[in-house]
């Protein structure tokens, strides 16, 4: 157990894990438990965020468990309350919730365009919207979103919603680091690249290898200059850095982790 968060709260979404394995979301809230927050874990999926709090738990760290549909700025709102509620602040903000959906302009429907703005870009406007007057009262705060490589560079396969939503995040975290900069909050984004996490497997199988997840993978692979995926605990580890008071003087950057992927893209 680390110190680098103690004293600290922290509310994570997307706190569950779209598979079996360890999924960013995941890792971020063991790893802030790990490091002395007591941590708020949000999902959509009860069971999956129940597994990230029974880790923390039998690791002796602190935990608020809540089921939670982030596109609805009621059922945002209530979380953000119950945190404050429960311990009397709320320090950090990590936003990880996000789907990816195949299709660009053409081929992509209105409705799954419409699904991936609400849960990629939308909700994390939500998040910030709740915390931010918590965190003002506060004069400190530290807000990390996700959002990935894709919001800066085409990487070959076609998800316009994605690429899209993920563009918003940056401009979205950066409007935030300015406005807030004189209020002792800090928001920064995180661009993961190619990760091996349990949300690749099903959007993305078919699209590389005919639905052969371990050709996937090796695809990937070799696609990095490190000839490796990251995973979770690569992001996990970036959102902690930012989290902390190591950061205090970090707002508005848009820490990439992709293994060199983006030097030669």
């Given amino acids: 157990m680390g110190q680098r968060l103690k004293d600290r709260v ?8 779209s598979g079996p394995g360890w999924g960013n979301g995941k ?17 959509i999926n009860r069971e999956a965020v ?3 709090a029974g880790i923390i738990r039998e690791e002796g760290g602190e935990c608020l468990v809540e089921q939670v549909d982030v596109t609805d700025s009621e059922q945002v709102q209530r979380v953000v309350n119950l945190c404050t509620d429960t311990w009397g602040q709320l320090d950090v903000l990590h936003n990880n919730v996000g ?5 660009g302009p053409v081929e992509a429907s209105l409705e799954s365009w419409e699904r991936v703005v609400a849960v990629n870009l939308t909700s994390m406007f939500l998040t910030c919207k709740h915390a931010l007057p918590v965190m003002e009262r506060q004069a400190r705060g530290a807000i990390v979103n996700i959002a990935s490589i894709t919001a800066i560079r ?34 920064n984004s995180i661009l993961p690249g190619l990760m091996n996490t349990p949300m690749i497997v099903e959007p993305l199988k078919d699209a590389y290898a005919d639905g052969d997840v371990d050709e996937m993978i090796r695809m990937r692979n070799e ?27 970090i707002t508005g950057a848009q820490l990439v982790v992709d293994g060199g992927l983006t030097c030669r893209s």
Avoid: N
Wanted: charged residues 20%; contains cysteine.
């Fill in 99 to 103: 789907i990816l959906e195949m299709g």
């Fill in 154 to 187: 085409y990487i070959g396969l076609p998800y316009v919603s994605y690429s899209a939503t993920k563009g918003g995040v940056l401009q979205l975290t950066q409007s935030i680091a300015l406005q807030y900069a004189a209020k002792g909050i800090r928001a």
């Fill in 10 to 17: 922290a509310l994570v979404t997307g706190a569950g894990s």
């Fill in 27 to 43: 890792a971020t809230a063991v790893l802030f438990a790990r490091e002395g927050a007591r941590v708020c874990l949000v999902d």
């Fill in 223 to 249: 696609q990095v200059p490190m000839k490796r995926m990251g995973d979770a605990w690569d992001v996990a580890h970036a959102a902690l850095f930012l989290a902390s008071e190591e950061a205090r003087y």
């Fill in 50 to 52: 129940e597994e990230t």
